[in-house]
């Protein structure tokens, strides 16, 4: 199908795009041919408009429908076939396996929600009247939960299905009853169009008001300004850098009514290495840890960025094994031409630092937007004097952080700041050390992980996808798993109400 550039506003495709911008082919790094529209003003006014007429109706649909809803969606998504798959890889630089998994992943996410409110699983909780109790009767009390309202959606550079125009974020608040006004990403408009298309049939087959759903394009950054700031919009989910994050969060605060801001904006995903798994398995842990670190050319939110151990005499075949297959890399292309320059400024910054070492760098590239994977190394004291180093390096670079002793890597960890992930790696004989990293390290991530490399999240009831900040703006929340949903939703007590008046989950 051909792409229109425009922007979907409840049902319509506006906007202008004569004077608009391009996605950059990035295998290629040269511009693509079709024109994506600077949503203007009073467009995303309009999509705002829409979307809040829009939530009465939809906030009281039927969990049954609201499942269909999503059901349909992915239905769509799939619909789409090779042409969303080709537009993606074209505009990330993503190899098509990855992009087919995602696809299923984004698929599965939107399944997911539609089983849970299927099964009445955030239906609430119900304590019955008792006019016996003494000294005073107890009223019959319902804990339910509402919709928000208008929910604003960044869609992330990284992954763009599943943390994009149908990803979690848009998924747990359609589930929860929530209108999405989804901002598109500018590195892959075309993707975003495409799935916005399938929300906008699911939508019509669904026979669902169309301002359910808006896709807004545009690189002017006044158009996420207007979309956080606008007093319809009840929450806004976000992932990105932290730098762009606490600016959003800044003029959030600024509101005269305060909402939720739901933001992932950074993670090292320390990695410790406990004295005994050094010794029996040094040189596969090395090359497993680089492979982690490779995959998407280190642009995974849980790509693992430091790693720690006490130096002893194994420490030598873990860093050999490490270097040889950081040597052997190629390099990889990377999301856009500016995720490649701040990655390549930032690796030229640790080069600068005294008592920071270069162990080791991939493959040589003339091309400006390839990665160069890149291992550094340091001490305990030169990390702590370094800030920078505490920072997340967006692409495959990791630094190892040597500490003399275990009281040095327990210190490493009071360093450190919130994390999405953390691994231990470790045998039966290192579990007392690891219980001790466990429980400090534990008060610095949203999920601990044992023998496991950090990348790749499960999609299921029990995963927690967020953490203290800068991990997240909320480490009280996951954007990932069932538990999503509730970022969108607020409790309500219902007491001694007429069964009339109750929600049809609350009723007896």
């Known amino acids: 199908m051909t792409l229109t550039g425009k922007n979907l506003i409840a049902g319509e495709w506006l906007g202008e795009t004569a004077n608009g911008f391009v996605a950059i082919d990035a295998a290629l790094n040269e511009p693509m041919t079709t024109k994506f529209a600077d949503a203007t003003e009073q467009e995303v006014e309009k999509a705002i408009a829409a979307a809040h007429n829009a939530f009465v109706g939809y906030s009281e649909l039927s969990a049954v429908k609201r499942a269909a809803f999503l059901r349909t969606i992915g239905e769509q998504i799939m619909a789409l076939g090779d042409e969303l798959i080709t537009t993606a890889c074209q505009e990330t630089g993503l190899p098509q396996a990855r992009i087919q998994g995602e696809r299923g992943r984004t698929i599965g996410q939107l399944g997911l929600f539609a089983d849970l409110l299927e099964k009445g699983e955030y239906q609430g909780v119900i ?32 992954f763009p299905l599943a943390f994009s125009t149908a990803g979690g974020d848009t998924a747990s608040a359609l589930a929860a009853g929530c209108p999405v006004i989804m901002k598109a990403h500018a590195a892959h408009p075309g993707t975003a169009e495409l799935v916005a298309r399938a929300i906008s049939t699911a939508i019509s087959i669904c026979e669902l008001e169309q301002g359910v759903f808006s896709l807004i394009q545009g690189k002017n950054y006044a158009i996420a300004s207007q979309i956080v700031t606008h007093p319809l919009v009840k929450a806004v989910g976000f992932t990105g850098s932290e730098r762009v994050g606490m600016i959003l969060q800044a003029q959030i605060n600024e509101r005269a009514e305060p ?22 398995e040094g040189e596969s842990l090395g090359q497993g840890l680089v492979a982690s670190l490779l995959m998407g050319q280190g642009q995974f939110c849980t790509s693992p960025g430091i790693w720690t151990y006490v130096e002893d005499n ?46 080791a760098q991939g493959q040589t590239s003339e091309a400006s ?43 490493f960890v009071e360093l450190l700041k919130g994390n999405l992930t953390a691994s231990i790696h470790g045998t039966d004989a290192d579990l007392n050390e690891s219980c001790l990293i466990a429980r400090a390290v534990a008060h610095k991530v949203g999920r601990l992980i044992y023998n496991q490399m950090p990348t790749g ?3 299921c009831a029990s995963m927690n996808h967020g953490g203290p900040f800068p991990a997240s703006t909320d480490l009280r929340t996951t954007s990932v798993g069932s538990e999503a949903i509730k970022r969108f939703q607020r409790p309500i007590c219902y007491q001694n109400m007429p069964v009339q008046l109750l929600p049809e989950l609350l009723r007896n």
């Not at 008792?130 to 959606?153: I, N, Q, S």
């Not at 739901?262 to 410790?272: A, H």
């Not at 194994?314 to 031409?337: H, Q």
Request: aromatic content about 8%; glycine content about 4%; proline content about 5%.
């Open 314 to 359: 194994n420490s030598d075949i873990f860093e050999r094994a490490a270097i040889a297959s950081i040597k052997a890399s190629s390099a990889g292309v990377m999301l856009t031409p500016a995720i490649a320059a701040t990655y390549q400024s930032a690796v030229k910054e640790w080069q600068s630092i005294e008592n920071v070492t270069l162990l």
């Open 457 to 459: 999240v499960e999609v």
């Open 259 to 280: 909402i939720p801001f739901y933001g992932e904006l950074g993670s090292v995903n320390p990695q410790f290495i406990m004295p005994n798994k050094l010794q029996q």
């Open 369 to 411: 937007h390839l990665c160069q994977a890149a291992l550094f190394a340091t001490d305990l004291a030169t990390f702590k004097a370094n800030s920078q180093l505490h920072e997340e390096v967006f692409g495959s670079c990791a630094l190892i952080v040597r500490c003399k002793n275990f009281d040095e890597m327990l210190s």
């Open 127 to 158: 304590d019955l009247a008792d006019a016996t109790r003494e000294p005073l009767p107890k009223p019959d009390t319902r804990l339910g939960y509402l919709p928000l309202g208008v929910v604003g959606v960044f869609a992330a550079s990284n």
